[in-house]
């Protein structure tokens, strides 16, 4: 019984933990890493094929992103997420394939242009995306699963995003039982649209996440309709665009939430018609996935909403983009108006072009709605950078920079410490603290053990631990990552290395076959291996 640290440990995304118990070897999240990578993550202790089922907190591509990269190692197992989150993350990995084959298809056109960049092929297909989806096992909040014989896992509502859950798992092995509690990511308080995050009241093991471990929100829940207009009211004054860089998943549908509200009571009064573009195909299907998940997700207020039969997110004036061509448009057409466009840290997608159009623009306002991570383009226009490069081309940074402050999907230091203390039943022995900027994590772990006498650490990538005595087995330490060549290595021979990792799984994993197969088995390995010795 042995949980590892993989990802997300004094980091903020790639989030990863391995789980070893009743036999069966589990993965909670793959994700993938987003922004600057500071420290070297461990390899997986288990080749992809020998990994049975994957624990999903919620949809993010931080916790979702590598799911197919998993696929195409060789993993067949079950993944078990909430309804909600199996839906968005049909859209989400769908649309993580395209970008990386997108991104290939790029690299090698200019590979070809230059000898100092090799061909490389996607992480993954759009193929590992659809077959990664056919593995899901939707569950439903509240209820116990039983994985398998000595596992038993329910997923709760955290509030983060729609369908986002912790992951309470239970685990019997011979005579003895433990629970451990994954907190995914938690949730911030009175949000628009979902509910608020729900505590769980008994562990022995809590893995938690620390992204705000080290700061607070505003007292008073800011007005967020309030400052919104003001904004939109100002831009457009100068024949401005606002141009919204946003999450497809989560912070769209909370925006259109709050335009709708504006547009119905008419508080824009220079321009009371504004147009709004969301130009996400994502969005447009995420938004669509809410729709279809209200009852079970939706805060009391939106329900309130609903059952007058008014759609919260949707109003006169909205307009979605899904083609090219329609997204090209969008920035030909010289009226003011709203540009919501993914991602949100602006790192990928459609947004990288409006900001090419708008950004250089005095009239114009770029208004952000969400946490950006250290290394991001994001990061750099919030942290007041005069120029960024986009496509490769440098481009000036003047239109006005705004930030709706508050609006998190994230609790704040006071709404982590709020979520453990609900331990309240059964106290943890060990609580873990990851998913956290390096020194955040350190300093939140002090806090609880300082502050609140919980016995709490922030592991580094590679430290492993017994779950049935709660010693530490081994350490990780903390390894920074190196700075990658000028000339960059074949990612066609790490799929060659990917592929004989699969292999060597798939063999670990063929004890209790025949003899006869094994045998089969083995003739085969050796003529594939005399043809590619030769």
């Given amino acids: 019984m042995k949980l590892m640290f993989i990802g997300a440990d004094h980091e903020v995304t790639g989030s990863c933990h391995y789980l070893e118990a009743a036999g069966k070897k589990i993965l909670v999240d793959y994700g993938m890493e987003q922004g600057k990578d500071y420290f070297e993550n461990v390899s997986l202790p288990v080749s992809a094929p020998e990994i049975d089922y994957v624990f999903l907190t919620h949809a993010h591509v931080d916790h979702s992103g590598n799911l197919p990269l998993l696929y195409s190692k060789g993993f067949r197992g079950k993944i078990f997420s909430t309804v909600a ?7 989400m990995l769908r649309d993580c394939a395209h970008i990386q084959m ?78 451990i509690v994954f907190s995914g990511d938690i949730g911030n308080k009175d949000q628009p649209l979902i509910r608020d995050p729900r505590k769980t009241d008994a562990a022995d093991y ?26 939109l009211e100002r831009t457009f004054s100068r024949g401005g665009n606002v141009v919204i860089p946003s999450f497809a998943v989560g912070r769209t549908q909370e925006m259109l939430y709050f335009i709708r509200k504006i547009k119905k009571e008419g508080l824009v009064k220079s321009n009371p018609n504004f147009q709004v573009f969301v130009d996400s195909p994502l969005a447009v299907e ?32 909205l307009n979605l983009a899904i083609t090219t061509e329609e997204s090209r448009a969008i920035n030909e057409d010289p009226e003011p108006k709203v540009i919501i466009s993914a991602s949100g840290m602006c790192e ?18 770029i208004l952000f709605v969400g946490y950006q991570s250290v290394g991001t383009t994001g990061r750099a226009i919030v942290d007041g950078a005069e120029q960024v490069k986009l496509f490769g081309e440098t481009i000036d940074v003047k239109a006005d ?25 059964q106290r943890p022995k060990k609580v873990f603290v990851v998913h956290g900027e390096d020194s955040v994590c350190s300093s939140f772990a002090e806090c609880l053990r300082n502050e609140y006498g919980f016995d709490a650490m922030a592991p580094y ?58 045998a089969k088995f083995a003739d085969q390995i050796n003529s594939l291996c005399d043809k590619w010795s030769k």
């Fill in 85 to 91: 989150t199996a839906s968005l993350c049909n859209i």
């Fill in 461 to 518: 990538s590679g430290t492993e631990v017994d779950l049935i005595s709660g010693v530490i087995l081994k350490e990780g330490m903390p390894i920074p990552v190196k700075r990658k060549e000028s000339t960059l290595v074949s990612d066609v021979y790490a799929r060659l290395k990917a592929a004989g990792a699969r292999l060597m799984g798939i063999i670990a994993k063929s004890e209790g076959i025949s003899n006869k197969d094994k």
């Fill in 286 to 317: 995420a938004t669509e996935i809410f729709n279809d998940n209200q009852m079970d997700c939706y805060d009391e207020e939106a329900m309130e909403l609903v059952k007058k039969r008014i759609n919260p997110i949707t109003f006169p004036g």
């Fill in 206 to 231: 809590v893995v938690m996440e620390s992204t705000y471990g080290d700061r607070l929100h505003t007292t008073d829940r800011p007005d967020y309709i309030k400052a919104l207009t003001e904004i």
């Fill in 348 to 365: 990928a997608g459609r947004i990288r072009h409006h900001l090419k159009h708008n950004l250089w623009r005095p009239e114009c306002t």
């Fill in 102 to 179: 997108q991104e290939a298809e790029w690299r090698n056109r200019k590979a070809k242009r230059t000898k100092d960049i090799s061909e490389m092929e996607p992480a993954y297909t759009m193929e590992d995306a659809e077959k990664t989806i056919k593995s899901f096992v939707p569950c439903r909040y509240d209820e116990e699963s039983e994985v398998c014989e000595g596992i038993k896992i329910r997923f709760t509502d955290i509030g983060h995003l729609l369908g986002s859950s912790s992951i309470e798992v239970w685990i019997q092995e011979k005579n003895v039982s433990k629970k």
């Fill in 401 to 425: 920079i705004c930030k709706l402050e508050g609006l998190s999907g994230h609790a704040d230091k006071n709404g982590l410490v709020e979520w453990i203390n609900g331990f309240t039943v």
